[in-house]
């Protein structure tokens, strides 16, 4: 409300006087006390623009902190309840940021520096990514992404990240993207040891020597190997299982 009030207050005095100036005869507009007047009206346009464009600054300023005040609010909520990392990267000045818990900015990286904290197959399946959503082929997509060891933790982590699109320029192209990355190392890790354990059961399983029949908590036949088909003369392993004999049979 502010902004037309102070717009609508300068055009007006300027326009008064401008009206004055060509009200004057121009045979006294040299004269000292016209001169003495033009000053003193010259200097209170200058003061009107002065305050009209801090004001003018001043609630675009506001403006931006709320909107920033917001999105910070909203990462916020997504970090704290959900464990996850966040980061922006800025379409316009190609930088990655790394936000904070609550939201704020931690440090700015460029795509050079960013680079570093991935492996290079990786981090080329996201900048390809980036490039997909800044083009608008795609709205968001999920990659995963190895990250180098640090110092302070040799392991190699593994990170699921999704990657939308934050804010839209006014042309309504991307501008700001948004990375929301959660560490999927002890999950992945576990099912790796679950598969190796399942290849090795049934690797010893098939290869055995040994009659094996496997069943399972209720007493249906699952699995036999091909000694146990050898020695109950089983020449069909899958028409058996889908029977699903008993222990007690």
């Keep these: 409300m502010m902004r037309p009030r102070l717009t609508a207050t300068f055009s007006l005095l300027v326009m008064a006087i401008m009206a004055h100036a060509q009200a004057e005869n121009m045979d006294t507009i040299a004269d000292s006390h016209h001169l003495a007047a033009y000053f003193v009206a010259a200097l209170m346009i200058a003061v009107f623009a002065m ?68 492996f290079y197959n990786d981090f080329s399946i996201l900048r390809n ?70 290849l090795r059961y049934h690797t010893v399983f098939h290869a055995s020597l040994v009659d094996m029949v496997f069943y399972d908590a209720n007493g249906i036949l699952t699995d036999l190997n091909d000694k146990a088909c050898e020695t109950f003369a089983i020449t069909d392993r899958k028409t058996l299982l889908e029977r699903k004999v008993k222990i007690t049979d």
Excluded at 86 to 95: A, C, G, L, P, Q
């Design 51 to 118: 305050i009209f464009s801090n004001r003018l600054y001043y609630y675009r300023e506001q403006e931006v902190s709320a909107q920033t005040k917001q999105l910070n609010t909203q990462l916020a909520l997504v970090m704290n309840s959900n464990k996850k990392g966040v980061w922006t990267y800025d379409n316009s000045k190609k930088i990655f940021s790394m936000l904070t818990e609550n939201g704020r900015k931690r440090k700015e990286y460029t795509s050079q520096e960013f680079a570093r904290f991935y």
């Design 129 to 198: 990514l980036i490039a997909q959503i800044c083009e608008g082929e795609k709205d968001s997509d999920t990659v995963i992404l190895h990250a180098m060891p640090s110092f302070e933790d040799k392991r190699e982590r593994i990170f699921q990240t999704n990657l939308s699109v934050l804010k839209h320029d006014g042309k309504g192209r991307p501008r700001l993207l948004i990375g929301i990355e959660r560490d999927i190392t002890d999950e992945t890790m576990k099912k790796e040891e679950a598969r190796r354990m399942s």
